[in-house]
């Protein structure tokens, strides 16, 4: 899987915490260096928390001239696409452009530089002093540079499958048989009793590998003081490192949280295979990883994904702190991560122990990655898991008892952390996929996301994973949905979140009930990308003053009314109809003037009409957003992929207290259907079907909409 042509090396680009920051920042003032940095080369470097930022070239050169040497991953400039998107000529061909790009870098550097070649992704790493440093930043064909920055694992000093409502589906045989899940980590103990049963001794970890780094500041763990070892068919390079070096027993936790089979005390995916991962080094003392270790682990689960049908890797590691999405920062893992994707594999991560509220750690913070925080056992957030929208799934993290590495075989521990959330959510993931063997990657995380029970720390809501929930959802996919409201249960199917919800003739109403300004109705549809199309009427006392009115897209919402998603809707005062395009995110009953709303498209169109139906149909097709209001174009944005996967509802806004009473919103019938792959991209000049600049009311709009008819409508042009 790599080629490391000469030693070994790593890099990590952000974060690990302040000891590890300390390593790569401990500057005297000196002269500047040389060269320059080419043009439109990046060059990124740890800030005091171990976060990748930008920084001049001159910087960096400084680190290298102090330390000595410096550990970096270097971007190539050559054409690369995802593995799974490649046949075999493809993959080969593409491999051999990867490896000439190296070569060229490799030509212009001294003897005394380390090489570590990726086969997947064009970067490669290196350790330089500062003369092959500036050699590297003035070589053609390189697109960035970036420090190589130490994680830390993420714990924060029972496995829960119960909180996680696993055990019908152990009932039935769907607890990850037949798949594989890897875990990167300190390693595990391969005699512990948790990776005994069902099979002989050992027998359940069916490979393992070991990636570890000598350098200034570090010494390598694998067996045998090697750089790499890896054992097909056995445990022997995934073993645990001595738990006298602080960290080490941590990977031993978290496997037996994913994998775990030990009379009453199992982990999740409790017949799944197990193959660890050793990818830390010893910091004189204590654990941290390098991202070129990691991404050489990464490289080999995408070489042995067939032999061994891996579902999921684990990484319950990190550092940094990341206000978004972090690709372009993180570029290296989250190519390697986005390749395994690509071929069927989640990576599941640790969002970090911070306590941050508003960001969390890397590489959760990578886009194709399945960030996860953790819960406790009264389902709250933990006090210590890091949080943010960019966050996927939460699972239980506190006080979890699973094997340790220490004492008798059958010995266990408690522990918290995020890094005891991830895999729960891992060894979800192989459970599921043990259930679904065709299931996508995206289609698990959909179902994970959709059926998961709200947690709320402040104002940001996330799905707490429930396996039996999710499975029902991998159960009944959902192509297209329609509906009318002409009985009870058709309209009790749609849960009360915020107001009243209640049927009044064949219709769903919404009302307000005078505490909160939004009243809301979820559907039991939940997707990712998705058209839908309603048809309803708003009321309200006063005709030249209508409220706000629509419907959400990608929302989660607890019992609080604690909100994340999209809401698309219009409103009609003194004369103009506005229509509307809000991010939210975490608001308390309160959309447009919320301090997690923004608002993305907010245009003044020809007045409409109100207490007469119209047609809205709300568009969200990876990061584009479409509305259209009887038939009109009248609003398009952009958002972030933060929201990823939620339901659809329906949402009215009123004054609160006396003032309520007058104000409602029916839903005449509603019709969703998800956008997939093979669908044309939505523009940002998509025009609907022209209706004269009139709107549709009445029969016209009724006679025009049907469950079916609602979906075409929605094409994309």
């Not at 000891?19 to 005297?28: E, K, T």
């Not at 099979?199 to 490979?207: E, L």
């Not at 919402?557 to 995110?585: C, H, P, Q, R, W």
């Not at 209001?629 to 509802?649: K, W």
Request: charged share 20%.
């Amino acid at each position: 899987m790599i080629s490391g042509i000469r030693r070994i090396i790593s890099r990590d680009r952000s974060r690990c915490h302040a000891s590890a920051a300390a390593l790569a920042l401990g500057l005297g003032a000196m002269a500047p260096l040389g060269a320059a940095a080419q043009d439109g080369l990046t060059v990124l470097g740890a800030d005091e928390h171990g976060t990748a930022v930008e920084m001049d070239a001159a910087t960096l050169l400084e680190r290298a001239a102090e330390q000595g040497s410096i550990r970096i991953i270097v971007g190539l400039d050559t054409d690369f696409s995802l593995y799974g998107e490649l046949n075999d000529a493809e993959r080969s061909s593409q491999g051999e452009r990867i490896a000439a790009a190296q070569s060229r870098v490799i030509s212009n550097l001294s003897d005394d530089a380390s090489v570590r070649r990726f086969r997947t992704i064009p970067f490669m790493a290196l350790t330089v002093d500062a003369t092959d440093l500036e050699a590297v930043l003035s070589t053609p064909g390189i697109t960035s540079v970036q420090e190589d920055i130490p994680d830390v694992p993420h714990m924060n000093d029972t496995t829960k499958p119960d909180l996680t409502h696993a055990g019908p589906l152990w009932a039935q045989g769907s607890a990850g048989e037949g798949h594989a899940v890897v875990v990167l980590d300190t390693g595990t103990r391969p005699n512990h009793n948790s990776f005994r049963a069902p099979h002989p001794i050992g027998a359940k970890i069916v490979a393992s590998a070991c990636f570890s780094t000598d350098s200034a500041q570090s010494s390598t763990l694998c067996p045998g003081g090697r750089e790499q070892l890896v054992t097909p068919g056995r445990a022997g390079a995934g073993a645990d490192c001595d738990t006298s070096i602080s960290g080490c027993g941590h990977g031993t936790h978290v496997a037996g949280i994913a994998v775990g089979h030990q009379g009453g005390n199992h982990g999740m995916a409790r017949d799944a295979d197990l193959i660890p991962m050793q990818v830390f080094s010893d910091f004189g003392g204590q654990v941290l990883s390098y991202t070129a270790d990691q991404i050489a682990a990464l490289e080999r689960t995408l070489m042995w994904r067939n032999e061994y049908n891996i579902a999921v890797v684990n990484m319950s590691l990190g550092g940094g702190r990341y206000y978004d999405h972090c690709d372009s920062v993180q570029a290296p893992r989250a190519a390697i991560i986005e390749n395994l994707r690509s071929v069927g594999i989640a990576t599941v991560i640790a969002s970090g122990n911070n306590g941050y509220s508003d960001s969390i750690g890397a590489p959760a913070c990578i886009s194709s990655a399945i960030a996860v925080g953790s819960s406790t056992k009264s389902d709250d957030v933990s006090w210590f898991s890091n949080q943010h929208t960019t966050l996927d799934l939460m699972a239980p993290g506190s006080d979890i008892r699973a094997a340790s590495a220490d004492g008798p075989s059958p010995q266990l521990e408690i522990n918290s952390g995020t890094s005891m959330a991830a895999p729960h959510v891992a060894g979800g993931f192989a459970m599921l996929k043990s259930h679904d063997p065709d299931a996508s990657v995206t289609e698990i995380e959909r179902a994970l996301a959709c059926t998961g029970i709200p947690v709320t720390r402040g104002d940001q809501p996330h799905p707490r994973i429930s396996m039996t929930r999710a499975r029902n959802f991998l159960d009944n996919p959902h192509v297209t949905r329609g509906w009318g409201f002409g009985n009870e249960p058709q309209v009790m199917a749609w849960r009360e979140v915020l107001g009243l919800r209640d049927r009044a003739g064949n219709t769903l109403r919404l009302r307000p009930d005078q505490d909160a300004s939004w009243s809301i109705a979820q559907s039991p549809f939940c997707v990712n990308d998705v058209v839908v199309t309603a048809q309803l009427i708003r009321t309200d006392p006063d005709p030249d003053f209508g409220w706000n009115t629509g419907m959400m897209l990608s929302s989660v919402m607890d019992d609080d009314g604690k909100i994340s998603g999209l809401f698309f809707g219009f409103n009609t005062i003194g004369g103009t109809t506005t229509a509307s395009i809000y991010e939210v995110a975490g608001t308390d009953g309160t959309l447009q003037d919320g301090p997690g709303t923004t608002v993305l498209c907010e245009e003044d169109i020809p007045a409409i009409d109100m207490d007469v139906p119209h047609v809205i149909e709300a568009v969200k097709q990876r990061n584009n957003l479409r509305m259209r209001l009887n038939g009109q174009v009248v609003c398009t944005a952009t958002t972030t992929p933060e929201f990823r996967n939620g339901h659809v509802a329906v949402a009215m806004a009123s004054p609160t207290g006396a003032d309520a009473a007058g104000h409602q919103t029916r839903l005449i019938r509603a019709a969703a259907r998800p956008l997939i792959q093979r669908d044309p991209e939505l523009t940002m000049t998509a025009t609907g079907p022209s209706m004269g600049g009139t709107p549709r009311t009445g029969s016209e709009s009724d006679s025009s909409f049907s469950g079916r008819s609602a979906a075409g409508a929605a094409s994309i042009n």
